[in-house]
T-cell receptor, first 115, second 115 residues
Framework: AQSVTQLDSQVPVFEEAPVELRCNYS??????LFWYVQYPNQGLQLLLK??????LVESINGFEAEFNKSQTSFHLRKPSVHISDTAEYFC?????????????FGTGTRLLVSP | DVKVTQSSRYLVKRTGEKVFLECVQD?????MFWYRQDPGLGLRLIYF???????EKGDIPEGYSVSREKKERFSLILESASTNQTSMYLC??????????????FGPGTRLTVL
């Protein structure tokens, strides 16, 4: 079974500052890794994913995450945040062998960007 | 444009009532999922379905049942609602795996309050 730990429930940051949202996972098998974002009063949207290949993956709005197998981490970073990045971010893991692609989610990190 | 819709954004029910939450997707996806989202707990999988009339228990199926009579529709049923089922319920769908990962698309959620 897999599990995901997001240690920070809330991360306050000023606009244009860098941010890192931490995610660690536990699994005895190979995994796929994801970051989902939930803007206020909306459903979840996929932000980025790691399936294979390059360990550094990027989103279209400037976020990036690096898969670190030795540290079992998949931290999310952005060098300069905007007010519009205020949202809740969920890290998720999926067993590569699961045919139905069940996702296991972390508890979420609320990113609060202030002017 | 992919779309997952849920019948209600907000729902208020009384203890003991039978509650139906409806989810419809227009993407011809094989897989459909029901999650509940609670503060500090993230998303937890209740049930999922990989085909019409097929269902599998997720991590927290107790107190819930599901129905999938048509490919595009997946219903979550609370046979006798209780106050501890007050939560945000999210539906998602994804295409058949086919040996590779496919993204889950989420609906906007239904916030259920049981009084």
């Amino acid at each position: 079974a897999q599990s995901v730990t997001q240690l920070d429930s809330q991360v306050p940051v000023f606009e244009e500052a860098p941010v890192e949202l931490r995610c660690n996972y536990s699994s005895s098998v190979s995994v796929y890794l994801f970051w989902y974002v939930q803007y206020p009063n909306q459903g979840l949207q996929l932000l980025l994913k790691y399936l294979s290949g390059s360990t550094l993956v990027e989103s279209i709005n400037g976020f990036e995450a690096e898969f670190n197998k030795s540290q079992t981490s998949f931290h999310l970073r952005k060098p300069s945040v905007h007010i519009s990045d205020t949202a809740e971010y969920f890290c998720a893991v999926s067993d590569t062998n699961t045919g139905f692609q069940k996702l296991v989610f972390g508890t979420g990190t609320r990113l609060l960007v202030s002017p | 444009d992919v779309k997952v819709t849920q019948s209600s954004r907000y729902l208020v029910k009384r203890t003991g009532e039978k509650v139906f939450l409806e989810c419809v997707q227009d993407m011809d996806h094989e897989n459909m999922f029901w999650y509940r989202q609670d503060p500090g707990l993230g998303l937890r999988l209740i049930y999922f379905s990989y085909d019409v009339k097929m269902k599998e228990k997720g991590d927290i199926p107790e107190g819930y049942s599901v129905s999938r009579e048509k490919k595009e529709r997946f219903s979550l049923i609370l046979e006798s609602a209780s106050t501890n089922q007050t939560s945000m319920y999210l539906c998602a769908s994804s295409p058949l795996a086919g040996g590779r990962y496919n993204e889950q698309f989420f609906g906007p959620g239904t916030r259920l309050t049981v009084l």
